[in-house]
């Protein structure tokens, strides 16, 4: 019998700057080769959904009320990513800002992929893994937050093609 889990430190996000052969079925290979990127990402305001699809008001004479169809799919996409300075320079450490490296221009195209199960964040994906909600994302301009607590930049994303509920394919 299945069991209930709490979301907390379950979410894996991989982000690719390398488009995945076919990003529908991104392989272990692939996601592997991207970047882990929960450490580096705040849980508060981490968005990554569907939200309503578009509505299209199409009814019958004949309907009492109203009878849309289902349209296009929307997506809400954005999350919030702490900087990384190196302690005796304050300069921004590079080689622990991979995520800000892929993210900070306005227009960077990147594919992400979220899985959400019963794993913890740091185990590894496997093939088979369920993936809720993945595929390409354009970034807009990174923007200050309120300056409380550490150094961080929310980073709005633009969902282009997603892909909901799919696996982990195996192969390279």
Do not use: C
Request: net charge negative.
């Amino acid at each position: 019998m299945g069991a209930r889990v709490l979301a907390e430190g379950k979410p894996r996000v991989m982000v690719l700057t390398t488009k995945p052969a076919d990003p529908a079925k991104p392989t272990k290979t692939e996601l592997d080769a991207g970047i882990y990127a929960s450490p580096d990402i705040l849980t508060s305001d981490f968005n990554w959904s569907t939200s309503d699809s578009d509505k299209i008001a199409e009814k019958p004479l004949d309907a009492d009320g109203n009878a849309n169809a289902i349209g296009a799919s929307n997506y809400n996409t954005g999350l919030t990513l702490w900087r990384k300075f190196d302690p005796t320079t304050g300069a921004p450490d590079l080689t622990s800002e991979k995520l800000w490296e892929a993210l900070k221009a306005k227009g960077a195209t990147v594919w992400i992929y979220v899985r959400e199960t019963g794993k913890a964040s740091a185990d590894e994906v496997e093939a088979e893994d369920e993936i809720y909600l993945g595929g390409e994302v354009v970034t807009d301009s990174p923007q200050r937050t309120e300056g409380s607590g550490f150094i961080k930049r929310r980073v709005p994303l633009e969902a282009q093609r997603m892909h909901e509920n799919i696996k982990v394919a195996a192969g390279a």
